[in-house]
T-cell receptor
């Protein structure tokens, strides 16, 4: 399906460490997006990578996309306590995004 | 970019009562609009999306309905709420093209 599946389900790291989250999907896509959700809040768009792109950077975020393996990864470098949140990948095709269950990231200070 | 407004932030309703959640969009014209529901600790389930006034696509059979009476207004309704309708409801909007979505703050609905 178009739905993204994130791995791991939960991740706990120390402040300053890097955090890597992975996403797999099963169908062809136009793009893949990553979102962050703080507890009890709406989602915030982080980054979009198109199907013809392999890597994209935005500040401390680095996203890769491998369409042959149907997978993506989100790397957050030099993590901060404020990065504590749930992170969702959303493969995009047409008008719809299909969100996975997310990765819960906890950054300990 | 767009701003999505949703209200109320929280709502407690008895089983069998009606529901109306409103979402409005600021900062763009002719957006695609979406309603999602999120169960506790889970991902988002797409309920409805709309590409224009009066155009509604339903993703899952359920006790809910949606309407888009104006370009920047999207309404989620139910005639009679069920316990299983409890959850966190999120409205989102996007433009055409890459469909990056902007989310509202959400409404936490508890059906008792």
């Amino acid at each position: 399906s178009q739905q993204g599946e994130e791995d791991p389900q939960a991740l706990s790291i120390q402040e300053g460490e890097n955090a890597t989250m992975n996403c797999s999907y099963k169908t062809s896509i136009n793009n893949l997006q990553w979102y962050r959700q703080n507890s009890g809040r709406g989602l915030v768009h982080l980054i979009l990578i198109r199907s013809n792109e392999r890597e994209k950077h935005s500040g401390r975020l680095r996203v890769t996309l491998d369409t042959s393996k149907k997978s993506s990864s989100l790397l957050i470098t030099a993590s901060r306590a404020a990065d504590t949140a749930s992170y969702f990948c959303a493969p995009g095709k047409g008008n719809k995004l299909v969100f996975g269950a997310g990765t819960i990231l906890r950054v300990k200070s | 970019s767009q701003t999505i407004h949703q209200w109320p932030a929280t709502l407690v309703q008895p089983v069998g009562s009606p529901l109306s959640l409103e979402c409005t969009v600021e900062g763009t014209s002719n957006p695609n609009l979406y309603w999602y529901r999120q169960a506790a600790g889970r991902g988002l389930q797409l309920l409805f999306y709309s590409v224009g006034i009066g155009q509604i696509s339903s993703e899952v059979p359920q006790n809910l309905s949606a309407s888009r009476p104006q370009d920047r207004q999207f309404i989620l309704s139910s005639k009679k709420l069920l316990l299983s309708d409890s959850g966190f409801y999120l409205c989102a909007g996007s433009g055409t093209g890459d469909n990056e979505q902007y989310f509202g703050p959400g409404t936490r609905l508890t059906v008792t």
